[in-house]
């Protein structure tokens, strides 16, 4: 009886070790902020509750930072890393009804601003331009000392449906034009400019456009500079910083990950 007690509780150990490892070893395999992004979008789309990823793997600050140049919506990501050396990922989307409609709505403004004969360029200044003649750039909130970064200036509602926004407005927004338009665009946000602005790659080129920049302020009705459009990283960096490295690899990524889908 005392063995059958002893063998009773190994048992019981070693599943008990089991159950607790085997999250990680379900748990796939990343190799970037990229990749573990680009799985926390498609979470996201599917409803899902959050991933689950082995800890070493990821560094929640970069996936943050990645997903936020790949998914035009606000949303803040929650991080709770647990014993068995994993760390769960979980997406909250900020007013998601209105950033949804907001995305409708860009849908209808792209369809609007560009034909198929255009070229990528040509799409990119049409919707570049819709953008800046529909938004003023929201000055109160930008001189506030506590604003709230998720609220509707910070989003592409607060550019498309409020028509009034500040860079990440600006960002967002133009990430959902250029999304219903068929053109690939990522968000980039400088922490040393506390600013944001977008990057596309054309012919394996990679170009800057700030429509944030290109609206005048104060605001001008229907003018529109194009002096932030379409610019090389050396000429963009004669006015911003950012880590231009960071976001080549990310370009990088989704472009391997559209020939794959393709």
Known sequence: MRRFIGML?????????VLLW?????APHVQSAYEAAAMLEQDVLEG????????EEIDPDEVYRALEARYPYAFALHAITRP???????????RQARQEQAREYAAVLAADAVSEDMTAEQKLRALHDALVRLCEYDVDTASDQTPDGASAPFAADGALLDHKAVCAG????FGMLCEAAGLQTVYVASEDMNHGWNAVRLDGQTYYID?????????RGSYVSDQYFML?????SQTHVW???????????MEKEKSKNE
């Open 170 to 173: 600006y960002g967002r927004a």
């Open 84 to 94: 068995d050396q994993t760390t769960e990922l979980r997406v909250e989307v900020s």
């Open 211 to 219: 429509c944030t920049f290109d609206d005048p302020v104060p605001d």
């Open 232 to 236: 090389t990283a050396e000429e963009l």
């Open 243 to 253: 880590n231009e490295g960071f976001y080549e690899r990310l370009l990088d990524s």
């Open 48 to 55: 899902g509750d959050g991933v689950l990823f082995r800890s």
């Open 22 to 26: 085997y999250p990680r070893a379900t």
């Open 9 to 17: 509780a190994a048992l019981l150990v070693v599943g008990g070790a």
